[in-house]
């Protein structure tokens, strides 16, 4: 592993670095991401010449994801390279398909559903900094202890065995040469294996003590920000994918600190589960509402949450005519990596020029890790938005799970266009929430057309 971050911090540090920003979202639901991938053309021979056909913001997610789940330690800019495509071929390899250097559908969706997933298990978030407005990456979940003062900000576990620290000083007339020279005298006792030292900015590495360390810096007139990271030698396969995010993800003078606003109307689709007016939908499009409203039906309450899973339990009072879907068992849940599943959902109105249509669509749905389940289920190609909270029936009709556009965080340049990402809740989940919620889903249609309402937040 130490091999392998010396090589990320050499890639990282010549590549694009000061441009290696975050697409910032508002949290971890802010961000969908596309996770289709592009066919091989007639005439394109290398793996590298259908790299460079897709989009960048696919390059981009690409080299997210590999960087979280170990294999890609180079800079996260979209460009092509030697290194992503191997680091494609290792991915393929690690999981027993052939090395084309080329993802196929499913293993494009079981790259992107397992990055998401440790980058939840890691708590990453961007955040900026609020004395200095610097733009930064942080695992929450490994470093949950916060505090900052005027010189900065800290985050660490609460064991102190992982540090992380932004700190802020004035200084006359910086070079990154004499800021580099400096980061190595203190605190005594560094011992640096590797330097790299740009006009716009300066990388360290090497061992503190028994912690290893990572210090990039930059300045600004005569403004200095530093990122230090400071780790325990036994955690370093939890934290220098970690390590290689943030690098990417720094950004110490932002040209927009902050990331953008939620959207002002944010719509979804809900799954009305019982005749008394409960229904099921995302939790992160009806999060922060000032007001969520039930198109056709009237104001609807939020009354329960699964934050495991992002369902959220919607109640609308003294409706009639409401139909409820049969949430009976389904073939996803015993072989969902051999499940070809359709979801219905009511699109944006943007996407149908206004309209309120419900509409169905094919995907395949592929098991991530090792099943046994209740999760883990990701969906190929993610619907258009709104679909979000949309049941998903399996070949003999019988309720498969609700279909959710999933956040993912890309470290990239930050005029990259967003992407997205679906995943699978799956139909025992679902069951286990509403049973938890006190909800009898008992009975019900299986015509999901029926039983699919246009889920509306409306936020300041």
């Keep these: 592993m130490r091999s392998m971050l010396t090589a990320t911090l050499i890639f990282v540090a010549t590549g694009v670095a000061a441009q290696a920003q975050l697409t910032p979202p508002s949290s971890l ?10 066919p091989i053309r007639p005439g394109l021979q290398t793996p590298a010449d259908t ?7 696919e390059r981009l997610a690409i080299q997210s994801d590999l960087a979280w789940v170990g294999q890609y330690n180079g800079a996260i800019t979209g460009d092509v390279s030697e290194r992503m495509v191997e680091a494609i071929k290792e991915y393929q390899k690690a999981g027993g398909g052939k090395a084309t250097g080329v993802l196929n559908a499913k293993e494009r969706s079981v790259l992107a559903e397992t990055a998401r997933r440790r980058q939840d298990n890691a708590g990453w978030k961007i955040v900026t900094d609020a004395g200095s407005g610097a733009r930064l990456g942080i695992p929450t979940k490994l470093v949950p202890q916060q505090s900052s003062d005027a010189s900065g900000a800290k985050w660490s576990s609460s064991t102190g065995t992982i540090q992380i620290q932004l700190s802020r000083r004035k200084e006359a007339n910086p070079t990154t040469a004499k800021l580099a020279e400096r980061e190595k005298k203190e605190p005594a006792g560094r011992n640096v ?7 716009d900015f300066f990388v360290l590495s090497g061992l503190q003590g028994l912690k290893k360390f990572y210090v990039r810096g930059a300045f600004k007139g005569d403004e200095v920000r530093v ?8 955690t370093e396969n939890t934290v ?4 290689i995010a943030m690098s990417s993800a720094f950004n110490p003078f932002p040209a927009n600190a902050g990331p953008p606003p939620r959207k002002t109307v944010e719509y ?8 008394d007016g409960a229904i099921v939908a995302d939790r992160q499009i009806t999060d922060e509402c000032l007001a969520i409203a039930i198109a056709g039906f009237g104001n609807a309450d939020r009354v329960a949450e699964d934050k495991d899973h992002d369902l959220a339990l919607l109640r609308i009072y003294g409706a009639r005519g409401l139909k409820p879907l049969a949430l009976s068992d389904g073939a996803a849940r015993t072989n969902p990596d051999k499940t070809n599943v359709e979801l219905t959902g009511i699109s944006d109105p943007q996407n149908q020029g206004g309209g309120t249509a419900a509409s169905s669509v094919k995907a395949q749905v592929a098991q991530v890790g090792g099943g ?17 909270g949309a049941p998903a029936l399996d070949g003999d009709g019988k309720f ?5 556009l999933k956040p993912v965080i890309v470290a990239g340049p930050a005029a990259a266009a967003p992407t997205a990402q679906s995943v699978l809740v799956s139909a025992d989940s679902v069951r286990e929430f509403l049973k938890a919620s006190g909800v009898n889903a008992a009975g019900g249609s299986s015509d999901a057309k029926a039983s699919v309402v246009r889920v509306i937040c409306v936020r300041k």
């Design 372 to 388: 046994g389940g209740s999760g883990d289920l990701a969906l190929s190609p993610a619907p258009a938005v709104g679909f979000s």
């Design 29 to 38: 639901g802010a961000r969908p991401k596309q996770v289709a991938t592009v």
């Design 193 to 199: 294996d590797y330097t790299v030292v740009k006009p």
């Design 400 to 404: 498969a799970g609700v279909a959710l």
């Design 227 to 234: 990122l230090t990271i400071l780790y325990d030698q036994a």
């Design 51 to 57: 790299a460079n056909a897709m989009a960048q913001t």
């Design 268 to 275: 979804g689709t809900g799954v009305v589960v019982s005749d």
């Design 240 to 243: 220098e994918p970690v390590v």
